[in-house]
Nanobody, 122 residues
């Protein structure tokens, strides 16, 4: 499985970015997808996840209401729309693919992309 994340960059606080992650290697539509992030000096943390068909989504408390995860199974791509960005959202964002279909199991993500850097200036 290969996961290629893109869309990171520098944005001012209050702005928006959309991350994309293109997947290949196994049947994309069978598996949940997720986004995680790691800020400098901190552990990697869960951001959002989406079930195999897109019917269920999960968010961390810190991003709920500001970020939206979605997927296009025809394009083998998962997205993370990030609005109302804050300086504390600055991190390397990683997409991941679960070995399960539901997305609710945080420890189910076993394939990881290379990460894309998001920097929010205040």
């Amino acid at each position: 499985v290969q996961l290629q994340a893109s869309g990171g960059g520098l944005v001012q606080a209050g702005g928006s970015l959309r991350l994309s992650c293109a997947a290949s290697g196994r049947r994309f539509s069978n598996y949940a997808m997720g986004w995680f992030r790691q800020a400098p000096g901190k552990e990697r943390e869960f951001v959002a996840a989406i079930s195999w068909g897109g019917g269920s989504t999960y968010y961390s408390d810190s991003v709920r209401g500001r970020f939206t995860i979605s997927r296009d199974n025809a394009k083998n791509t998962v997205y993370l729309q990030m609005n109302s960005l804050k300086s504390e959202d600055t991190a390397v964002y990683y997409c991941a693919q679960s070995r399960y279909g539901t997305g609710s199991q945080r420890d189910g993500f076993d394939y990881w992309g290379q990460g894309t850097l998001v920097t929010v200036s205040s």
